[in-house]
């Protein structure tokens, strides 16, 4: 999953809020028909608490997975409150009673309703909503989590790279390691390990291994695949353009790290605004002229 700091503007908000709300509407609609085709109807009461069920399911996982900083929770209340009422009267007025869900189309008047619900869902479709709120809670998040790896891992990290400016692209891939497989993944991907016994990829930083790793030992071999990776682009020759340089050896780094256009979109991006932020005044460089090992 991305974290860029960049947001795109959210295009469709009304067609989002509809996907978002109707989907699990839909879900229990068509389930419960299916149930009463082959006469399950026992199975169709209260089947509204199914979606109850997932509104908790999907709150847990977010806050297992540490994602809790990146929700808008006014906009989730929004949601999961429209979910249960919708959820509750569609079972309780249609779902229960086994009455026709498909809409009445035999009178003029609903059919100009409908025209103008379209237009109203159309006019609502076109209105552009503020990233302001999601900027900050993605700025908030990246700032917590660097602040708890520095704590953690911080000492380690500065005595392997000797350099701020790979400390900042270490920080970037540990926390987008993090994002994308968070500790309840790992405990799971090391319980496969020692089922399976092949090599993989392991500890917070994701590193590649035919033995079961710590996340320490995860960030120290990390740590050490990015230093070694940044000697052997030591050898290059410099770029004439020393911004240019500095991204391109960091996509180097980064793709050595690990392939993928979007992965390296993300940790490159991620990578920047660590160090701008938190190495500001750093004088170390990439440039081997300047800064070699």
């Known amino acids: 999953m991305e974290i860029s700091i960049f947001v795109k503007t959210e295009e469709a908000p009304a067609l989002n809020f509809l ?8 879900y229990i609609i068509i389930v419960s028909t299916v149930l009463y085709y082959f006469g399950l109807d026992k199975y169709v009461w209260n089947i509204f608490l199914v979606n109850i069920y997932y509104i908790v399911f999907r709150l847990l996982f977010n ?8 929700l ?31 809409p009445d189309f035999t009178t003029v008047a609903n059919e100009l309703w409908i025209i103008i619900l379209i237009f109203v869902f159309q006019v609502a479709n076109n209105i552009r909503l503020s990233q302001d709120g999601t900027i900050k809670r993605k700025q908030n998040y990246l700032r917590i989590r660097y602040k708890y790896f520095k704590n953690l891992f ?21 926390i987008y390691e993090d994002f994308n497989r968070p500790k309840l993944a ?7 390990f ?18 079961l790793l710590t996340d320490t030992e995860s960030v120290i071999l990390g740590t050490t695949k990015i230093v070694d990776a940044y000697k052997i682009y030591l050898q ?13 050896v960091m996509s180097q780094i980064i793709g050595d790290y690990n392939t993928g256009t979007s992965y390296g979109y993300e940790v490159i991006e991620l990578a920047q605004t660590i160090k701008e932020e938190f190495y500001k005044g750093t004088n170390d460089t990439l440039d081997r002229n300047k800064n070699g090992l």
Do not use: C
Request: net charge positive; aromatic share 12%.
């Open 186 to 192: 790992r405990v799971i991907e090391d319980i496969k």
């Open 19 to 26: 996907i978002r709300v109707l989907t699990p509407i839909v």
């Open 154 to 174: 911080g000492k380690k990290i500065t005595e392997i790279t000797q350099n701020e400016v790979l400390e900042a692209i270490t920080y970037a891939i540990l």
């Open 236 to 248: 290059k020759p410099t770029e004439e353009n020393q911004d240019y340089y500095e991204w391109s």
């Open 72 to 102: 808008n929770w006014y906009r989730q209340f929004l949601y999961w409150s429209a979910i249960v009422v919708i959820s509750y009267f569609t079972y309780d007025k249609i779902i229960k009673f086994k009455t026709n869900i498909l």
């Open 63 to 70: 806050l297992l997975t540490n994602r809790g900083l990146l």
């Open 194 to 211: 020692q089922i399976t016994k092949k090599p993989h990829t392991l500890g917070v930083m994701q590193v590649s291994s035919t033995k």
